[in-house]
């Protein structure tokens, strides 16, 4: 059986990882997720990317949002606030069922991996996941008004400092999940796909982590990454910006320039066609297709040519 591993942040990432579990059997699918958004708040441990790809795969998000799941209510932050208690993460009566359940069974001793496996089970997801690591890890970002927390950075400042660079707080003695590992080393590993998400802050940590570059690069099979970047500009979220900040031109090619060392292929919006060279130049395949996820439709559309590409790459 051919499998496949896709590697994924939250809210981009996920556009793309519910495409593909449209077109592939939930056997042969795997998700490698970042962890690094994970915090502790109000006791709670909270994944926000492991939940956004579960939501978003079981059908539960909350669409009209962008964030949470759907039919939600909020009787218990509404109590908090009347409470006088921090307010500016928000936590939705559903949502809230998972973050105790997680925090309670992490307290109990099991690992996130273990739980996280059987909370996609219970949401009736087909495909397997693998928080990128057991173990602790933390993005921090530096920004001209000091280190702070990614959360805070990103909830509480909505991303308003101008950042300076970022660091993974544990990376270094974090191991990679030992399945991301042996699925990377597996035989029947067919492709790799890295989802069009935030390349510093959703894919760079789990990049960060000792052995993950090499696994990525030695793999036998594709790896090939898609563009979170379109003429320029993010979709969604702070990445253009955050290239802008850290001088980096933002274009789909510095992308692909970040990811060159691992990468086999890099698909670009039709839109960037022009940009196929400079990929080419990287040492890349370049592959164009519109990768404009707005219907369910675009989302299949581009697993498909993700497949097709892998397989362009395997006969090449
Ligand atoms: P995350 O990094 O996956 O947690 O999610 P974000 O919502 O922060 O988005 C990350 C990146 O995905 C951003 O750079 C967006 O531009 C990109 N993105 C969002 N939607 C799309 C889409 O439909 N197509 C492509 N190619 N990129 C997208």
Known sequence: MEKYLAITGGVGGAKLALGLSKVLEGEQLHFAVNTADDFTHLGLNICP???????TLSGESNTELGWGRKNE????????K???????FNLGDRDLSVHIIRTQKLRAGQQLTEITQALFAQFGIKASVFPMTND?????????AGTISFQHYFVKEQCV????????EGAETARVNPGIQQLLLDEDLHGVILCPSNPYVSIDPMLSLPGMRDLLHNCKAPVIAVSPIISGQAIKGPTAKMMQELSIPSTASAVAHHYSDFLDGFVLDSSDAGLKNAVEQLGLSAFTTQT??????DRI???????????LLHRS
């Open 49 to 55: 990317d492991i939940d956004t790809l579960m939501y």
């Open 73 to 80: 209510s909020w009787q218990f932050m509404d109590a908090l």
């Open 82 to 88: 009347q409470l006088g208690e921090e307010s500016w």
């Open 136 to 144: 602790s890890v933390s993005t921090r970002v530096t920004t001209e």
């Open 161 to 168: 400092p101008k950042v300076q660079g970022f660091s993974f």
């Open 292 to 297: 404009l996820m707005v219907t369910l439709q």
């Open 301 to 311: 559309q581009l697993a498909e040519a993700c497949l097709n590409f892998i397989n």
